[in-house]
């Protein structure tokens, strides 16, 4: 499964659960979602990761390497 998917669903989950504050008491709705952000967090950190590395290797692919040559 995709890290973006997988972040997704938690985000959405986490949402619901913010919704549904009403029918659940505060302190466990509130260990919900701080567990729900935290099982997200690395999902999150990984697909910024993996953003950065195909941004960067996709300007490299564009870049002409003898435009840089010290010649």
Do not use: N
């Not at 729900?36 to 300007?59: E, K, M, N, Q």
């Amino acid at each position: 499964m995709k890290s973006t998917l997988v972040f997704t669903i938690t985000f959405v989950l986490s949402l619901l659960l913010f919704e549904a504050s009403s029918l659940v008491p505060p302190q466990l709705l509130r260990q919900v979602l701080v567990f729900a952000i935290l099982v997200s967090l690395p999902f999150l950190v990984s697909f910024i990761g993996t953003l950065a590395i195909d941004h960067y290797t996709r300007f490299r692919a564009r870049t002409p390497t003898d435009k840089f040559a010290w010649s």
